[in-house]
């Protein structure tokens, strides 16, 4: 049964639309915007070889670990690479050799843009969905100039004419 949230995201989500949803902690929201990420790339076939389809934005590196968990679970029957991309691990370099081939990226993000600069073959073209999981949180802890220059790298959204969806 759906919660409150996920009633009134979920098939706007689908329609295409970019929303804004706010709710309590506990109340679903991760799954209001995970099972539209997954069911967008279903729809469009993405492959591994197709590349990042899906990035979703956490203010914190625990946020983003608790949201690559659930998306583990809601997407076991999918064929989607998904990829946890976080501050914090001297792993940079196994990370560049992998986020290119990487459908849905869950990330923090000083180390998106830290991607986005420093990966040579990081090639967002084809992102469909960018997700900001506690927007309001990501610009309260000061991420406001990364966030800036992390969607200038990205494909233009709905809203400018282009065909990424944000939620």
Same mark, same amino acid.
């Given at each position: ?16 639309? $970019?929303?804004? *949803? ?8 991760? !799954? /209001?915007?995970? @099972?539209?990420? #997954?069911? %967008? ?8 070889? $197709?590349?990042? *389809? ?8 625990? !946020? /983003?670990?608790? @949201?690559?968990? #659930?998306? %583990? ?25 992998? @986020? ?68």
């Amino acid at each position: 049964t759906m919660t409150a949230i996920q009633n009134a995201c979920i098939p706007h989500a689908l329609a295409g639309r $970019d929303v804004l *949803g706010a709710a309590r902690t506990g109340s679903g929201k991760t !799954l /209001a915007f995970l @099972i539209p990420l #997954v069911e %967008r790339l279903y729809r469009k076939r993405f492959t591994p070889m $197709d590349g990042p *389809g899906g990035i979703v934005l956490s203010p914190t590196r625990e !946020l /983003a670990v608790q @949201i690559f968990e #659930v998306l %583990r679970s809601v997407g076991s029957y999918h064929d989607f690479s998904a990829g946890l991309i976080v501050g914090g691990k001297k792993e940079f370099g196994l990370e560049q050799g992998r @986020i290119g081939q990487t459908n849905i990226i869950i990330a923090t993000p000083g180390r998106l843009l830290q991607h986005l600069e420093q990966t040579p073959d990081f090639d967002v073209s084809a992102l469909a969905m960018l997700v900001l999981d506690e927007a309001d949180r990501i610009l309260d802890m000061g991420f406001r100039e990364q966030m800036i220059r992390i969607l200038d790298y990205l494909p233009p959204g709905t809203k400018r004419g282009g065909d990424r969806q944000t939620l």
